[in-house]
């Protein structure tokens, strides 16, 4: 079964630029989750999709960060503008959705912001 | 809101020897409780959970963790590390919302370090 699938795997912009990080979840993952994981810190959940629907994005910074998931199937989350606090790698995660199902990783997108 | 405490940023043992990650958590009601293990170059990875039921949980490489409701603790246990066990290890808290599911919440890690 293929995995959890993230592009691009590295970015580097200057900030104020605009960035767009693309996830594709495993097929037939009803849950995507998009986290920021700082260096040295725990991921942190930036917005949870069940299907097309959001579930959860209260730590979401609504003023230039937005996510969709158009179809239900694969998702994008962009920054616009970047600060310099945003470099991070950013992770998609998918899960069934189901309540003891486990939420499978892809391998992140490293953002740099200059 | 549901928080994670992870007391312990860095911890080292030597191969060989027994293994213990601390996890303290902070909810209103049980949550549901998982550990993952972050190897370098690597994705997260589900070593267990708990939800309910037995207390103590196995997973995988070895690996159990004991939910203690008294402490708000899910402590990750080893008993004999290999030096490959070198990697982070984050704990994370699971709220339950409608519909079956739940939002997860993540602690800031612990990092381990195997001496030969």
């Known amino acids: 079964e293929a995995g959890v699938a993230q592009s691009p795997r590295y970015k580097i912009i200057e900030k104020r630029q605009s960035v767009a990080f693309w996830c594709n979840p495993i097929s037939g993952h009803a849950t995507l989750y998009w986290y920021q994981q700082i260096l040295g810190q725990g991921p942190k959940l930036l917005i949870q999709f069940q299907n097309n629907g959001v579930v959860d994005d209260s730590q979401l910074p609504k003023d230039r960060f937005s996510a969709e998931r158009l179809k239900g199937v694969d998702s994008t989350l962009k920054i616009q503008p970047a600060k310099l606090e945003d470099s991070a790698v950013y992770l998609c995660a998918s899960s069934q959705g189901d309540l003891s199902d486990e939420q499978f990783f892809g391998p992140g997108t490293r953002l740099t912001v200059l | 809101a549901q928080s994670v405490t992870q007391p312990d940023i860095h911890i080292t043992v030597s191969e060989g020897a027994s293994l213990e990650l601390r996890c303290n958590y902070s909810?209103?009601?049980?949550?549901?409780l998982f550990w993952y293990v972050q190897s370098p170059g690597q994705g997260l990875q589900l070593l267990l959970k708990?939800?309910?039921?037995?207390?103590l949980v196995q997973g995988i490489k070895g690996f159990e963790a004991e939910f203690k409701r008294s402490q708000s603790s899910f402590n990750l246990r080893k008993p004999s590390v290999h030096w490959s066990d070198a990697a982070e290890y984050f704990c994370?808290?699971?709220?339950?919302?409608?519909?079956?599911?739940?939002?997860?919440?993540f602690g800031r890690g612990t990092s381990l370090i195997v001496h030969p």
């Open positions: 994370a808290v699971g709220a339950p919302y409608g519909r079956g599911s739940y939002i997860p919440t």
């Open positions: 708990y939800f309910s039921g037995d207390t």
């Open positions: 909810y209103g009601a049980t949550p549901y």
